[in-house]
Nanobody, 120 residues
């Protein structure tokens, strides 16, 4: 089991930026994903990064605003979010697993989540 700790969430105005971090307890090369969940809604795929770093997917709504990346030396995965909108408000979760995809079922371990609130 891999322990994940997210950080970097907060309150930002519309059009602003945030960088979320996800620190992993393991240095093993694994696939990573970011998901988000707004109140009353299902968990939504945001971005995924393959263990090799060679393949990246984004949710359709991202439209070039977010970037997923990884610092192997720090065992940390990032989600840089720019041009934030009020509809991006949600709890953002980091996940990892030996498989990967755009639905939560592919991931084995999850962080506790970090709240992102975008004001209009």
């Amino acid at each position: 089991q891999v322990r994940l700790v997210e950080s970097g969430g907060g309150l930002v105005q519309s059009g602003g930026s945030l960088r979320l971090s996800c620190a992993a307890s393991s240095s093993a090369l694994r696939n990573y994903g970011w998901f988000r969940q707004a109140p009353g809604k299902e968990r939504e795929f945001v971005a995924a990064l393959s263990w090799s770093g060679s393949t990246i997917f984004y949710g359709d709504f991202v439209k070039g605003r977010f970037t997923i990346s990884r610092d192997k030396a720090k065992n940390t995965v990032y989600l840089q979010m720019n041009s934030l909108k009020p509809e991006d408000t949600a709890v953002y979760y980091c996940a990892t697993g030996t498989t990967w995809g755009t639905t939560p079922i592919y991931y084995d371990d999850w962080g506790q989540g970090t709240q992102v609130t975008v004001s209009s």
